[in-house]
């Protein structure tokens, strides 16, 4: 038989996996470490962990694993809905981790000859996918200090434009992005019949996110898709929950070609639960909000850092005038027991600047003592 990469499409021949942080495993066996001994700040998410309410509900539901899951979520999507005026069942798509809404969205939509526009720096994954489906991808470059202007955008929405992918705040560089702005991306896309995904995965720890969120324009903007997640403000990481909020026309598209029995039972209830649990999402956003607060002042205080005002629960830094490498910091921090992310996979950046997560005031005094051990 011929060698099974002759046998691939050929868009599937050049692909290799996105980069993430969260390579624990990995780092503890490069660091000759246990995997408990490593703190990790390079994945953004609940430090907190999950609500005792959805790990409840995951070993009530532990009953149901000899049937199938229901394959439309629809407890899920009806608890999802009612947290969102003006938004019924048939608005919302549950998936295996956002993630795949990320691919799913490309596969439905992208036409041969289409090029899908990706704001440079920002999350791997929409070009990844963009790539498998065998088209292009267009960068948009941030502006100075990564700053989104929508002039960059439309003036990048030429001809064959299908699909703007866009983050907000953005990883990795944590900035929020005006309502005005993204409406004006929005609205002149809507008029070249070209769709937003827009990723709103991390909105969620950002006051005033009910405000901020376009969930409520879903119906002025028939073209716009946005993405949410359990994995980060909800702490459900492992059990891969995410969804989509659009117009009834754009999810049923996206309903009809998905996997079936996408999302497991266990990951249904606890999210569903996980919604619910009010008290444990409060604690939760107090204690981010100080320890973003705490972190930015701290990290800001090391001269050979500078640190970009963070709007999500991470915090992006260029390490420059370091003399050191992002690479080199992430070697030197994981002999200390600390896991960071080194930026410089993501387009658009170069080789000196890290990513690290808003954890426990404990957890984050040893990221800063780590930080000054290495830096001495
Ligand atoms: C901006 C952004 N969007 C989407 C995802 C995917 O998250 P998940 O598939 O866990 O929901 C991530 C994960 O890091 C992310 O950073």
Redesign the pocket.
Known sequence: MKPALDLAKANFRGLTPCV?GADVLEAAGAAGLEREAILDFS?SVNPLGPSDKALQAIKAGFSQIPSYPDSYSNELRDAIASHYAGVDRGNVIVSN????L?YLFAEAFMRRGDVALVPAPS?G?YETAVRKTGEKVRYVKLGRGFQVTSEKFLRAMSGNAKIVYF?NPN?PTSMLTSQETLASIIQSALERDILVFL?E??LEFVDGEETLSMIRRIREFPNLFV?R???KLFGL?GL?I?YGVASEELVSVLMNAKLPWNVNCLGQAAAVAALNDAEHLKRTLDLVREEKTFLFSRLSKIKAFKVYPPDANFLFLNIKKTGLTAAQLKQKMLRKGVLIRDCSSFAGLDEYYIRVAVKTRQENERLLAAFKECLS
């Open positions: 993430h994945s981790g956002s993630t795949e990320i999350f994954e983050c990883n990723d995965d991390f993405l997640s359990f994995t990481t891969r995410g």
